[in-house]
């Protein structure tokens, strides 16, 4: 009874239990559920900094209460900089967890955390099941402008964000440094709307020049295609990029930067400059002179090119020579580390057969200090990214692997998380000689060093 009562008294309120508001917590606490005291722990624990749950829902809300209700300036809540609701623990519990829904008023709450700086949160959804109605939150009165710590957010398995929220997120925060995106699971609807989050998070950018790193993970061809959608776009055109002077890490579907140049190129009056320099100038308009890794995924629409190349060349080839560009302007791109291509290579694939691509690029990368991530390139990388990850089950302590994650895993930057090294590209097994036969894995990096004159 005593912790009854220590929870209504943290919660802003005398203990009456006669109040409607105790209904929640009373219910639970009668039923043998621990969420409410572990919510009160949680807000009392002086020095808790990090906190991962995998799969109390209920918890989350009952924190959030403990928020909305004014009690913030309890050390804990005080002290938490981390939190992340929807760990995946490589168990049972995971299945459970897929079937629920957390809410999104949970969420502007946890925004509310006094010194908050990361929210991993797994499957913000806004409709109330129970209510079976959209969930209304008046941001401007619960999170006021500018009155959030909060500097990285993860959105896991999310399939729908209101425009007051892609509004919220673009006043709340005084400081926002990254936004993820993720797509988990293959029974998500598709996330719209996606350029309008790019371009409001561009606004916002331009007061604050915060902005390092902006991804939507998990949608990639290899993957869940279909995930998202921009409005005419599959998720952004480049220009939507104009307003972000910060931006580390770029990542564009192939797809919106080919209909972007080609519809550039339509509303050209002079034509007499040949398309493909057209094209391979046109990036340096759009993409950040900030960025230190630049992602490329997907394919491009057949019918979107008919026409447009001569013999032997297609969109791949365009890539290619838009990519050997970005390698040569480096007085403009000085910070430029890495250029990732797996995935256009893979689309490519698909539709064309011969040797690899992009071997020109892996070969200037080479030599002027940039890393080009190839399926086949096999050169050890010069640098180290901390892309935004989503915490899995590794990080968690009390977790089956006791916070240890295996030392030779890799990042995938196309799935947001650590993944077993594979083969390494060895060109002998089964997986590699699907992608390419064994005279090409064979040639690979067997190549003379380039001579100075090659790309000029
Ligand atoms: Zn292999």
Redesign the pocket.
Known sequence: MALYTAYFMLNGQEGDASDESHEEPRKALELGRDEPLKALLIAQCPRIRDLKVVEQIRLVAFLSDFLNKGAVSTQGLQSLRSVAFGVPSGTWLDEEVIQSYRSARSFAHLLRLPNIEYIYFDQLRWIDEEEEEEVLIDWGDRLPPQSSSIQHIFLDSCNYVPKEFIDALTATPRELKRLSFRCRSRTVQRLENTDRIVSKLGEYNHSKSTMESLMFYNCCTANISGFLKGHRCTVYLPHELYLYDSLKDVQISCNDMAQAASHRWEDRKDKSQPKMSFWREYIAEWLPTTTQAFILWGGCYRWRWEGYFEDGQDYVTWVEDMVLALLTWRKKYTDLKAIFLEDVERAALLSRSGDPPFQKAVRLGKKFGVDVHTLTNRTKFQHEHHFPRAPDQYDLVTGSFGGKRPDNWVFDVYQGKTVPPG?A?????E??LELYPKRVWDSIGMEDDIEDDEFE
């Open positions: 083969c590209k060895c060109g002998n097994c997986d590699c």
